[in-house]
Nanobody, 117 residues
């Protein structure tokens, strides 16, 4: 059973920054694509960014230039740096392990990000 634990969320002002972390319990962390999603109140969970085992990154268009996903395989941790935060970024942010084939994907419990205007 893989455990993913997010941290780093909080209340910040419009224009502020946060770095979210997601620590994995899995020793084979380095071999998997990891991603960040978010879910705002009254909305479905949506994909934000992902990073492959080789370090290739992808972002949803509306966060490009403000969000940066990275990973430290020595620490089994994936990060999401969020700059120039906007009130519409307010959401619970979740990390996800993308398993292969029919294996189960794993989710963290989420970390709340609230941006005040």
């Amino acid at each position: 059973q893989v455990q993913l634990v997010e941290s780093g969320g909080g209340l910040v002002q419009d224009g502020g920054s946060l770095r979210l972390s997601c620590a994995s319990s899995e020793s084979t962390f380095s071999g998997y694509t990891m991603g960040w999603y978010r879910q705002a109140p009254g909305h479905q969970r949506e994909w934000v960014a992902s990073i492959t085992s080789g370090g290739a990154t992808n972002y949803v268009d509306y966060v490009k230039g403000r969000f940066t996903i990275s990973r430290d395989d020595a620490k089994n941790t994936v990060y999401l740096q969020i700059n120039s935060l906007k009130p519409e970024d307010t959401a619970v942010y979740y990390c996800k392990k993308f398993s292969r084939g029919r294996a189960t994907d794993y989710w963290g419990q989420g970390t709340q990000v609230t941006v005040s205007s």
